[in-house]
Protein backbone atom coordinates (compact mmCIF):
# COMPACT_ATOMS: atom_id res chain seq x y z
CA UNK A 1 0.00 0.00 0.00
CA UNK A 2 1.04 3.46 -0.93
CA UNK A 3 2.13 5.83 1.87
CA UNK A 4 -1.49 8.32 1.43
CA UNK A 5 -3.45 5.14 1.42
CA UNK A 6 -1.88 3.67 4.31
CA UNK A 7 -2.09 7.00 6.14
CA UNK A 8 -6.42 6.38 5.38
CA UNK A 9 -6.82 2.60 6.33
CA UNK A 10 -5.43 3.94 9.35
CA UNK A 11 -8.08 6.81 9.94
CA UNK A 12 -10.34 3.94 8.89
CA UNK A 13 -8.96 2.30 12.18
CA UNK A 14 -9.01 5.03 14.64
CA UNK A 15 -13.14 5.53 13.10
CA UNK A 16 -13.56 1.52 14.09
CA UNK A 17 -12.20 2.45 17.65
CA UNK A 18 -14.09 5.41 18.09
CA UNK A 19 -17.12 3.28 17.08
CA UNK A 20 -16.25 0.41 19.80
CA UNK A 21 -15.26 3.16 22.52
CA UNK A 22 -18.80 4.53 21.99
CA UNK A 23 -20.60 1.68 22.05
CA UNK A 24 -18.15 0.15 24.69
CA UNK A 25 -18.91 3.16 27.10
CA UNK A 26 -23.18 3.65 26.43
CA UNK A 27 -23.03 -0.68 27.15
CA UNK A 28 -22.10 0.14 30.57
CA UNK A 29 -19.71 -3.22 30.17
CA UNK A 30 -16.97 -0.55 31.09
CA UNK A 31 -18.21 -0.35 34.81
CA UNK A 32 -16.68 -1.95 37.24
CA UNK A 33 -19.97 -2.50 39.19
CA UNK A 34 -21.54 -4.40 35.59
CA UNK A 35 -18.85 -6.58 35.81
CA UNK A 36 -19.87 -7.19 39.37
CA UNK A 37 -23.01 -8.23 38.72
CA UNK A 38 -21.99 -10.50 36.14
CA UNK A 39 -19.72 -12.62 38.19
CA UNK A 40 -22.49 -12.85 40.91
CA UNK A 41 -25.10 -13.81 38.57
CA UNK A 42 -27.49 -11.12 39.15
CA UNK A 43 -28.08 -9.74 35.97
CA UNK A 44 -28.83 -10.73 32.25
CA UNK A 45 -27.05 -7.53 31.04
CA UNK A 46 -23.08 -8.50 30.38
CA UNK A 47 -24.61 -12.34 29.29
CA UNK A 48 -26.52 -10.68 26.35
CA UNK A 49 -24.30 -8.17 25.36
CA UNK A 50 -21.73 -10.81 25.01
CA UNK A 51 -23.72 -13.39 23.94
CA UNK A 52 -25.55 -11.23 21.06
CA UNK A 53 -22.10 -10.10 20.03
CA UNK A 54 -20.79 -13.80 19.04
CA UNK A 55 -23.83 -14.17 17.27
CA UNK A 56 -23.03 -11.49 15.01
CA UNK A 57 -19.57 -12.11 14.76
CA UNK A 58 -20.06 -15.78 14.29
CA UNK A 59 -22.90 -14.77 11.77
CA UNK A 60 -20.57 -12.25 9.85
CA UNK A 61 -17.39 -14.97 9.91
CA UNK A 62 -19.42 -17.61 8.76
CA UNK A 63 -20.37 -14.95 5.60
CA UNK A 64 -16.94 -14.25 4.84
CA UNK A 65 -16.17 -17.48 4.98
CA UNK A 66 -18.74 -19.02 2.66
CA UNK A 67 -18.40 -15.98 -0.07
CA UNK A 68 -14.83 -16.15 0.24
CA UNK A 69 -15.24 -12.14 1.17
CA UNK A 70 -11.94 -10.19 0.39
CA UNK A 71 -10.67 -6.95 2.17
CA UNK A 72 -10.34 -3.42 0.97
CA UNK A 73 -7.24 -4.26 -0.67
CA UNK A 74 -8.94 -7.42 -2.37
CA UNK A 75 -6.82 -9.65 -0.34
CA UNK A 76 -8.92 -13.00 0.44
CA UNK A 77 -9.72 -12.93 3.94
CA UNK A 78 -7.95 -15.58 6.05
CA UNK A 79 -8.28 -16.21 9.65
CA UNK A 80 -5.62 -18.54 11.11
CA UNK A 81 -6.82 -21.11 13.81
CA UNK A 82 -5.47 -21.24 17.45
CA UNK A 83 -3.01 -23.73 17.92
CA UNK A 84 -4.15 -25.74 21.26
CA UNK A 85 -0.70 -27.28 22.23
CA UNK A 86 -1.57 -28.66 25.89
CA UNK A 87 -4.15 -26.41 26.24
CA UNK A 88 -2.26 -25.23 29.97
CA UNK A 89 -1.63 -21.51 28.53
CA UNK A 90 -5.71 -21.06 27.85
CA UNK A 91 -7.10 -22.15 30.44
CA UNK A 92 -3.87 -20.87 33.28
CA UNK A 93 -3.75 -17.67 31.08
CA UNK A 94 -7.19 -17.53 31.09
CA UNK A 95 -7.81 -18.13 34.70
CA UNK A 96 -4.93 -15.64 35.54
CA UNK A 97 -6.72 -12.71 33.42
CA UNK A 98 -10.07 -13.46 35.09
CA UNK A 99 -8.64 -12.71 38.43
CA UNK A 100 -7.35 -9.24 36.97
CA UNK A 101 -10.75 -8.77 35.04
CA UNK A 102 -12.83 -8.78 38.57
CA UNK A 103 -10.29 -7.01 40.54
CA UNK A 104 -10.05 -3.71 37.83
CA UNK A 105 -13.61 -4.93 36.46
CA UNK A 106 -11.81 -3.97 33.62
CA UNK A 107 -10.39 -5.81 30.57
CA UNK A 108 -8.13 -4.28 28.05
CA UNK A 109 -10.90 -2.65 25.88
CA UNK A 110 -12.53 -0.79 28.14
CA UNK A 111 -9.44 -0.15 30.31
CA UNK A 112 -9.01 2.93 27.19
CA UNK A 113 -12.32 3.70 27.18
CA UNK A 114 -12.67 4.45 30.94
CA UNK A 115 -9.19 6.54 30.52
CA UNK A 116 -11.41 8.32 27.56
CA UNK A 117 -14.41 8.86 30.64
CA UNK A 118 -11.97 10.66 32.97
CA UNK A 119 -11.18 7.41 35.15
CA UNK A 120 -7.83 8.67 35.32
CA UNK A 121 -6.72 5.84 37.51
CA UNK A 122 -6.94 3.37 34.45
CA UNK A 123 -3.56 5.24 33.35
CA UNK A 124 -1.56 3.17 36.28
CA UNK A 125 -3.86 -0.13 35.28
CA UNK A 126 -2.51 -0.13 31.75
CA UNK A 127 1.01 0.78 32.71
CA UNK A 128 0.54 -2.41 35.30
CA UNK A 129 -1.07 -4.44 32.60
CA UNK A 130 2.39 -3.54 29.89
CA UNK A 131 4.25 -4.45 32.86
CA UNK A 132 2.32 -7.57 33.44
CA UNK A 133 2.60 -7.96 29.46
CA UNK A 134 6.15 -7.40 29.74
CA UNK A 135 6.83 -10.00 32.81
CA UNK A 136 4.97 -12.56 31.02
CA UNK A 137 7.72 -12.12 28.25
CA UNK A 138 10.24 -12.65 30.31
CA UNK A 139 9.05 -15.99 31.95
CA UNK A 140 7.32 -17.57 28.37
CA UNK A 141 10.58 -19.90 28.16
CA UNK A 142 9.64 -21.80 31.65
CA UNK A 143 6.05 -22.27 31.28
CA UNK A 144 3.77 -24.64 29.88
CA UNK A 145 1.63 -24.12 26.90
CA UNK B 1 -34.07 11.39 19.70
CA UNK B 2 -30.98 12.85 21.99
CA UNK B 3 -32.68 11.23 24.97
CA UNK B 4 -32.71 8.00 23.38
CA UNK B 5 -28.71 8.09 22.61
CA UNK B 6 -28.34 10.02 25.86
CA UNK B 7 -30.68 7.06 27.86
CA UNK B 8 -29.28 3.96 28.61
CA UNK B 9 -28.87 1.59 25.55
CA UNK B 10 -29.76 -1.94 26.04
CA UNK B 11 -27.94 -5.34 25.59
CA UNK B 12 -29.49 -6.17 22.92
CA UNK B 13 -28.69 -3.27 20.83
CA UNK B 14 -24.82 -2.83 22.13
CA UNK B 15 -24.31 -6.55 21.95
CA UNK B 16 -24.82 -7.40 18.18
CA UNK B 17 -22.61 -3.31 17.70
CA UNK B 18 -19.99 -4.66 19.40
CA UNK B 19 -19.88 -7.87 17.50
CA UNK B 20 -19.80 -6.11 14.28
CA UNK B 21 -15.99 -4.68 15.14
CA UNK B 22 -15.27 -8.44 13.82
CA UNK B 23 -16.57 -8.03 10.19
CA UNK B 24 -15.30 -4.34 9.98
CA UNK B 25 -11.72 -5.29 10.90
CA UNK B 26 -11.77 -8.63 8.97
CA UNK B 27 -13.01 -6.42 5.58
CA UNK B 28 -10.98 -3.53 6.34
CA UNK B 29 -7.66 -5.22 6.09
CA UNK B 30 -7.78 -8.67 7.01
CA UNK B 31 -7.35 -7.93 10.75
CA UNK B 32 -8.56 -9.85 13.62
CA UNK B 33 -10.17 -8.29 16.61
CA UNK B 34 -7.97 -7.88 19.24
CA UNK B 35 -6.83 -5.39 22.13
CA UNK B 36 -4.39 -7.30 24.44
CA UNK B 37 -2.22 -7.56 21.42
CA UNK B 38 -1.17 -4.16 21.40
CA UNK B 39 -0.03 -4.36 25.31
CA UNK B 40 2.71 -6.56 23.79
CA UNK B 41 3.13 -4.18 20.85
CA UNK B 42 3.33 -1.25 23.91
CA UNK B 43 6.10 -3.61 25.21
CA UNK B 44 8.03 -4.64 22.40
CA UNK B 45 8.14 -0.43 21.17
CA UNK B 46 8.85 1.02 24.70
CA UNK B 47 10.05 -1.57 27.13
CA UNK B 48 13.60 -2.42 26.84
CA UNK B 49 13.96 -6.46 26.93
CA UNK B 50 15.64 -8.91 25.86
CA UNK B 51 12.94 -11.42 25.69
CA UNK B 52 12.37 -13.39 22.74
CA UNK B 53 8.58 -12.53 22.60
CA UNK B 54 8.76 -9.38 21.85
CA UNK B 55 11.45 -9.87 19.28
CA UNK B 56 9.39 -8.80 16.37
CA UNK B 57 8.71 -6.26 14.18
CA UNK B 58 5.82 -4.14 16.55
CA UNK B 59 5.39 -1.79 13.73
CA UNK B 60 2.86 -4.34 12.36
CA UNK B 61 0.65 -3.32 15.12
CA UNK B 62 0.18 0.32 14.41
CA UNK B 63 -3.46 -0.44 12.78
CA UNK B 64 -4.35 -1.68 16.43
CA UNK B 65 -2.52 0.69 18.39
CA UNK B 66 -4.62 3.22 16.27
CA UNK B 67 -7.61 1.69 17.17
CA UNK B 68 -7.28 1.69 20.69
CA UNK B 69 -6.41 5.85 20.38
CA UNK B 70 -9.97 5.51 19.00
CA UNK B 71 -11.49 3.80 21.68
CA UNK B 72 -9.80 6.02 24.20
CA UNK B 73 -11.36 8.91 21.78
CA UNK B 74 -14.93 7.39 21.78
CA UNK B 75 -14.86 6.62 25.46
CA UNK B 76 -14.39 10.43 25.93
CA UNK B 77 -17.41 11.86 23.29
CA UNK B 78 -19.87 9.02 24.63
CA UNK B 79 -19.28 11.10 28.34
CA UNK B 80 -19.36 14.49 27.14
CA UNK B 81 -22.11 14.19 24.83
CA UNK B 82 -23.76 11.36 25.04
CA UNK B 83 -24.00 10.55 29.10
CA UNK B 84 -27.12 11.38 30.80
CA UNK B 85 -25.16 10.96 34.18
CA UNK B 86 -27.81 9.09 35.70
CA UNK B 87 -26.56 5.90 37.82
CA UNK B 88 -26.63 2.61 36.35
CA UNK B 89 -29.78 0.37 36.53
CA UNK B 90 -28.24 -2.33 38.44
CA UNK B 91 -30.09 -5.22 39.92
CA UNK B 92 -31.48 -4.59 43.19
CA UNK B 93 -29.48 -8.06 44.61
CA UNK B 94 -26.49 -6.54 43.42
CA UNK B 95 -26.48 -3.50 44.61
CA UNK B 96 -27.33 -5.44 48.35
CA UNK B 97 -24.49 -7.87 47.80
CA UNK B 98 -22.16 -5.09 47.24
CA UNK B 99 -23.48 -3.26 50.05
CA UNK B 100 -23.10 -5.99 52.27
CA UNK B 101 -19.52 -5.45 50.94
CA UNK B 102 -19.23 -2.20 52.19
CA UNK B 103 -19.53 -0.03 48.88
CA UNK B 104 -21.50 2.71 49.83
CA UNK B 105 -22.70 4.71 46.19
CA UNK B 106 -23.44 3.32 42.88
CA UNK B 107 -23.40 6.73 41.10
CA UNK B 108 -20.68 6.76 37.80
CA UNK B 109 -19.06 3.77 36.34
CA UNK B 110 -16.56 2.39 39.51
CA UNK B 111 -16.92 3.03 42.92
CA UNK B 112 -15.18 6.58 44.13
CA UNK B 113 -13.52 5.45 46.91
CA UNK B 114 -10.98 2.63 45.11
CA UNK B 115 -11.34 4.46 41.39
CA UNK B 116 -9.67 7.25 42.43
CA UNK B 117 -5.99 9.04 43.47
CA UNK B 118 -7.10 8.90 46.94
CA UNK B 119 -8.43 4.98 46.42
CA UNK B 120 -5.27 4.41 44.90
CA UNK B 121 -2.91 5.81 47.80
CA UNK B 122 -5.08 2.86 49.92
CA UNK B 123 -2.71 -0.69 49.87
CA UNK B 124 -6.51 -2.64 48.91
CA UNK B 125 -6.94 0.05 45.55
CA UNK B 126 -2.94 -0.48 44.75
CA UNK B 127 -3.99 -4.73 44.98
CA UNK B 128 -7.07 -4.10 42.68
CA UNK B 129 -5.83 -1.57 40.20
CA UNK B 130 -1.96 -1.75 40.18
CA UNK B 131 -2.33 -5.65 40.90
CA UNK B 132 -5.21 -5.99 38.96
CA UNK B 133 -4.04 -4.64 35.75
CA UNK B 134 -0.62 -6.65 36.36
CA UNK B 135 -3.01 -10.20 35.65
CA UNK B 136 -4.41 -8.52 33.27
CA UNK B 137 -1.70 -8.22 30.73
CA UNK B 138 0.28 -11.35 32.12
CA UNK B 139 -2.80 -13.64 31.68
CA UNK B 140 -3.44 -12.28 28.35
CA UNK B 141 -0.60 -12.74 27.01
CA UNK B 142 -0.01 -16.12 28.25
CA UNK B 143 -3.54 -17.35 27.46
CA UNK B 144 -3.05 -15.54 24.09
CA UNK B 145 -6.03 -12.94 23.91
CA UNK B 146 -8.35 -11.41 26.02
CA UNK B 147 -12.18 -10.99 26.18
CA UNK B 148 -12.21 -9.20 22.28
CA UNK B 149 -9.39 -11.73 21.06
CA UNK B 150 -10.76 -14.94 22.77
CA UNK B 151 -14.58 -14.35 23.53
CA UNK B 152 -15.71 -12.23 20.81
CA UNK B 153 -13.43 -13.09 18.36
CA UNK B 154 -12.14 -16.07 18.74
CA UNK B 155 -15.74 -17.76 19.46
CA UNK B 156 -17.13 -16.26 16.71
CA UNK B 157 -14.29 -18.79 15.00
CA UNK B 158 -15.75 -21.37 16.70
CA UNK B 159 -12.34 -21.84 18.25
CA UNK B 160 -12.01 -24.72 20.98
CA UNK B 161 -8.89 -22.96 22.77
CA UNK B 162 -10.58 -19.81 23.33
CA UNK B 163 -13.95 -21.70 24.89
CA UNK B 164 -11.24 -23.01 27.38
CA UNK B 165 -9.81 -19.51 27.70
CA UNK B 166 -13.27 -17.97 28.08
CA UNK B 167 -14.10 -20.63 30.84
CA UNK B 168 -10.79 -19.84 32.32
CA UNK B 169 -12.05 -16.12 32.43
CA UNK B 170 -14.53 -16.95 34.62
CA UNK B 171 -13.00 -19.03 36.65
CA UNK B 172 -10.58 -16.24 37.55
CA UNK B 173 -13.72 -14.12 37.81
CA UNK B 174 -15.64 -16.04 40.56
CA UNK B 175 -12.38 -16.63 42.48
CA UNK B 176 -11.76 -12.74 42.63
CA UNK B 177 -15.62 -11.80 43.27
CA UNK B 178 -16.49 -14.39 45.99
CA UNK B 179 -12.48 -15.18 47.76
CA UNK B 180 -10.64 -12.21 46.88
CA UNK B 181 -12.56 -9.31 46.93
CA UNK B 182 -14.43 -9.66 50.22
CA UNK B 183 -11.13 -9.36 51.94
CA UNK B 184 -10.15 -6.40 49.93
CA UNK B 185 -13.41 -3.92 49.76
Known amino acids: MNKPAYTRRLGLYLLIGVYFGIVLTKSEAISW ?14 YGIIGAAIIVGLISVQLIKRKGARDLDGQPINIPPKNMGSGTRYWLGGT ?3 LGWALTGACPGPMFALIGNGIWVMLPAVVAAVLGTWAYGALRPHLPH | MMELLTGPWPWYVTGPLIGLVVPMLLLAGGKQFGVSENLRHMCAA ?4 KAEFFNYDWRGGIWNMTMIVGVLVGGAIA ?3 LSSGDPIALSDAAIADMSALGITE ?6 DSIFTLEGLSTVNGLIMIVGGGFLVGFGSRYAGGCTSGHAISGLSDLQLPSLIAVIGFFAGGLIAT ?5 WLL
Open chain 1, 33 to 46: YRIQEMFRFQAFHM
Open chain 1, 96 to 98: IFG
Open chain 2, 46 to 49: AVPT
Open chain 2, 79 to 81: ALF
Open chain 2, 106 to 111: FNGLAP
Open chain 2, 178 to 182: FFVLP
